[in-house]
C-alpha cells in the first residue's frame, strides 16, 4: 500500500502572501478571495493518485489544527479531498512525529510518496523514516 502526503502552502496552492505563523494560523488567511493558485505539478499528481486508488492521501501541513475547516472548504473549491488532516494539534511542528503517528495507523504501507516545497520537513520526514527501513520514501520537492 502506497501513503500519500500533501503539504498545502507553496505545494498544493501558490500562497498570495509572506509566509509567517502568526497570519496562517488564522481562519482569514485561507479566504478563497485571497486569489489563491494551484501549483499543476502537484494537482495533476494528486489526480493520478486518485485514480491510482491503491492507498490513503492525507494533507500534512504545518497549519494549527484550528484551522482545520478553513483549509477544508478551500482544498474542497479547488477539488481536493483527503482521507485525513494532519495539522499541529500542539506545539510540536515535526511533520516526521506526524508522519510516525500515520504509519502506526497504516502498518500494511511499503511506499510513501510526499509532496513538499521545504528542505527542512522534508529533512524531518527523511529522518524519521529511518525507522521504517522497509518502507520507500519517494519525495517530490515543488516549487
Same mark, same amino acid.
Given at each position: 500500500?502506497?501513503?500519500?502526503?500533501?503539504?498545502?502552502?507553496?505545494?498544493?496552492?501558490?500562497?498570495?502572501?509572506?509566509?509567517?505563523?502568526?497570519?496562517?494560523?488564522?481562519?482569514?488567511? @485561507?479566504?478563497?478571495?485571497?486569489?489563491?493558485?494551484? *501549483?499543476? +505539478?502537484?494537482?495533476?499528481?494528486?489526480?493520478?493518485?486518485?485514480?491510482?486508488?491503491?492507498?490513503?492521501?492525507?494533507?500534512?501541513?504545518? +497549519?494549527?489544527?484550528?484551522? &482545520?475547516?478553513? *483549509? &477544508?472548504?478551500?482544498?474542497?473549491?479547488?477539488?481536493?479531498?483527503?482521507?485525513?488532516?494532519? @495539522?499541529?494539534?500542539?506545539?510540536? +511542528?515535526?511533520?516526521?512525529?506526524? @508522519?510516525?503517528? *500515520?504509519?502506526? &495507523?497504516?502498518?500494511?504501507?511499503?511506499?510513501? &510518496?510526499?509532496?513538499?516545497?521545504?528542505?527542512?520537513?522534508?529533512?524531518?520526514?527523511?529522518?524519521?523514516?529511518?525507522?521504517?527501513?522497509?518502507?520507500?520514501?519517494?519525495?517530490?520537492?515543488?516549487?
Amino acid at each position: 500500500m502506497t501513503i500519500y502526503l500533501f503539504d498545502f502552502d507553496n505545494t498544493i496552492v501558490k500562497l498570495p502572501y509572506p509566509e509567517t505563523y502568526d497570519y496562517m494560523d488564522t481562519p482569514e488567511s @485561507l479566504e478563497p478571495s485571497l486569489g489563491f493558485k494551484l *501549483i499543476k +505539478r502537484t494537482q495533476v499528481d494528486y489526480q493520478n493518485a486518485v485514480q491510482k486508488n491503491n492507498g490513503p492521501l492525507f494533507l500534512l501541513s504545518n +497549519r494549527l489544527i484550528k484551522v &482545520k475547516d478553513p *483549509i &477544508k472548504q478551500l482544498l474542497k473549491t479547488f477539488g481536493y479531498k483527503f482521507d485525513g488532516h494532519y @495539522l499541529i494539534d500542539n506545539e510540536d +511542528r515535526n511533520k516526521g512525529t506526524r @508522519l510516525k503517528k *500515520i504509519l502506526e &495507523k497504516y502498518p500494511g504501507c511499503n511506499h510513501i &510518496k510526499y509532496w513538499e516545497d521545504k528542505d527542512k520537513h522534508i529533512d524531518s520526514v527523511t529522518e524519521a523514516m529511518k525507522d521504517y527501513p522497509e518502507i520507500k520514501l519517494e519525495v517530490i520537492k515543488t516549487i
